[in-house]
Nanobody
Framework: QVQLVESGGGLVQAGGSLRLSCAAS????????VGWFRQAPGKEREFVAG????????NVADSLKGRFTISRDNAKNTVYLQMNSLKPEDTAVYYC????????????????????WGQGTQVTVSS
């Protein structure tokens, strides 16, 4: 079992940057794929980015490519989401999630594949 805690959210002006962290406790975190998802007010939760257990495979939602980057440090049991050139429409609660599964195909973006979720961190981008 894995427990996840997000941090790094906050209020930032448009054009600014934030780095979110997802710290994991529990055993064998390096065997878990991790995804970041977000949910804006009145909208469904959506996939943001994901990384395979070993860190060699990463994916970012098409609409966010070029601005968001995901990485992980298994020695620190932490996954990062670097967000640059932030826009007001990036305002949302950001969640990290983890699961043991073959990180490939459509599974990567399917939130139903992820078993463990953090409590979320609020990101607010002002115009």
């Amino acid at each position: 079992q894995v427990q996840l805690v997000e941090s790094g959210g906050g209020l930032v002006q448009a054009g600014g940057s934030l780095r979110l962290s997802c710290a994991a406790s529990g055993r064998a975190f390096s065997s878990y794929a991790v995804g970041w998802f977000r949910q804006a007010p009145g909208k469904e939760r959506e996939f943001v980015a994901g990384v395979s257990s070993g860190g060699s495979i990463t994916n970012v939602a098409d609409s966010l490519k070029g601005r968001f980057t995901i990485s992980r440090d298994n020695a620190k049991n932490t996954v990062y989401l670097q967000m640059n050139s932030l826009k007001p429409e990036d305002t949302a609660v950001y969640y990290c999630a983890a699961a043991r599964f073959a990180y490939s195909g459509s599974s990567r973006t399917d939130q139903n594949k992820y078993d463990y979720w953090g409590q979320g961190t609020q990101v607010t981008v002002s115009s």
